[in-house]
């Protein structure tokens, strides 16, 4: 793994940088960014009722109508390319052979088909499966079929697989996740590995084995499922804050923290709560993985989903993850260390985040330097949903802004070179 004894000197500073941080992670050149795209479940759930609800159930038309949205609404150009079943699209056995086959009235085209079309879109084709006895809706899981599952997959042309972990025994994981990584390797067909693997175990109390999950894995659940409410939101984003100094350093070009799905855009979130669940995944280095119905999008919320300053902070190419750096009166400050850098000093995104309730925007004073903004050229400041330049800061410069109730702000602080 020692690049350096390799590689020439134009390239050594990279080189050691990689050495300062962890260097045995997944090596399969994928998820070099948090991935972005579009998944079933939270939306549409386990909804196999097609003859009565067969524009909402899971079913090939489904995947293949989100498919288009994605590319004729401009979500694809600006990178949600993944589009990813979840449970629910199995038959209820495997076929004459022992292996897995989706259910014949809602994907009568079969998989492979379905597969060749996403990536007809230039899409990427996502697939779900459980690394247990079942999935959690109760079809075939991969447990005691791993080669021939995975064999299976990269038949299909899957892109991307996230591997559940119900009925399976938590403690068993650390040497079945690895083990399955091994097969999709074996195929050679490149697929990302999304694991729920620290997320059960942490459900036990286990403390999850980080240096094998970054080795196995290029994204992985550490907390509960989204659901479609600000407090599930909150208590995602709490978690993560409250353990932030195990979480973070875990996080990086290929191998990244998932708090689960964007919700924007459906029933549960104010628009000012949907701006902050995309400024704090963004923040957090999250995978961007839509679970919403492209057919009904509110262009306020499609905006929010296609705020491309946003998406670059979540995108930024040195991937190192945020944290949150206060709490205080009801205002939380979460910062992202980002490109563009000068010597040690790195710019930063900054969410100003209001977890207060009384029905007026509340004004944070700010000050960059308090942050951890030392650079003594200052910053250019730029309020990403605002659009809008607020100007250049000396470190101990002091500004404002106005945060709305359960709303974000959100900065980007550059170096001025
Ligand atoms: C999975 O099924 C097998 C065969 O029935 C059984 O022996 C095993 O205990 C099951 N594993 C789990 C984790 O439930
Ligand atoms: C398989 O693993 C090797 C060694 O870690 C890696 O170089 C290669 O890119 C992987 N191949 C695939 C298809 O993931």
Redesign the pocket.
């Known amino acids: 793994m020692n690049c350096c004894n390799r590689m020439f000197k134009a390239i050594t500073v990279t080189c050691i940088l990689a050495l300062l941080v962890e260097v045995h992670t997944?090596?399969?050149?994928?998820a070099l960014t948090p991935p972005m795209g579009w998944m079933a479940w939270e939306r549409f759930r386990c909804n196999v009722d097609c003859e009565n609800d067969p524009d909402n159930c899971i079913s090939e038309s489904l995947f293949t109508t989100m498919s288009d949205l994605l590319v004729s609404e401009g979500y694809a150009d600006l990178g949600y390319k993944v589009v990813s079943l979840d449970d629910c699209w199995l038959a209820n056995e495997r076929d004459a052979e022992g292996k897995l086959q989706p259910d014949p009235l809602r994907f009568p085209s079969g998989l492979k088909a379905l597969g060749d079309y996403i990536h007809a879109k230039g899409l990427l084709f996502g697939m779900y499966e459980d690394y247990g006895n079942y999935t959690c809706a109760g079809y075939p899981g991969i447990l005691g079929h791993l080669e021939v599952d995975a064999n299976t997959f990269a038949e299909w042309g899957v892109d991307y697989l996230k591997l559940d972990g119900c009925y399976a025994d938590p403690v068993e994981m650390d040497i079945g996740y690895p083990e399955f990584g091994q097969y999709?390797?074996a195929?050679?067909?490149?697929?990302v590995y999304s694991c729920s693997w620290p997320d059960y175990q942490r459900e036990l109390g286990i403390i999850p084995d980080w240096e094998s999950i970054i080795k196995t894995c290029n994204l992985w659940r550490n907390f509960d499922d989204i659901q479609d409410s600000w407090a599930s939101v909150t208590s995602i984003l709490d978690y993560y804050a409250d353990n932030q100094d195990s979480i973070i350093p875990n996080a990086g070009p290929g191998h990244w923290n998932d708090p689960d799905m964007l919700i924007i855009g459906n029933f549960g979130l104010s628009y000012d709560q949907a701006k902050a669940q995309m400024a704090l995944w963004a923040i957090m280095a999250a995978p961007l993985i839509m679970s919403n119905d492209l057919r009904n999008m509110d262009p306020k919320f499609k905006a929010i989903l296609q705020n491309k300053e946003i998406i670059a902070v979540d995108q930024d190419v040195l991937g190192i993850q945020g944290r949150r750096l206060s709490k205080e009166h009801g205002i939380e400050i979460w910062t992202r260390p980002i490109s563009p850098t000068e010597e040690n000093f790195y710019s930063y995104a900054v969410a100003i985040l209001s977890r207060r309730d009384d029905g007026m925007p509340y004004k944070v004073p700010i000050t960059l330097s308090k942050y951890g903004m030392t650079y003594s050229l200052g910053y250019k400041v730029t309020d990403l949903y605002e659009g809008i330049v607020l100007g250049e800061f000396d470190p101990d410069a002091e500004f404002s802004v106005f945060v709305n109730p359960s709303g974000v702000v959100v900065l980007r602080c550059d170096l001025i070179f």
């Open positions: 997944l090596d399969n050149g994928l999709l390797n195929t050679k067909r490149s697929m």
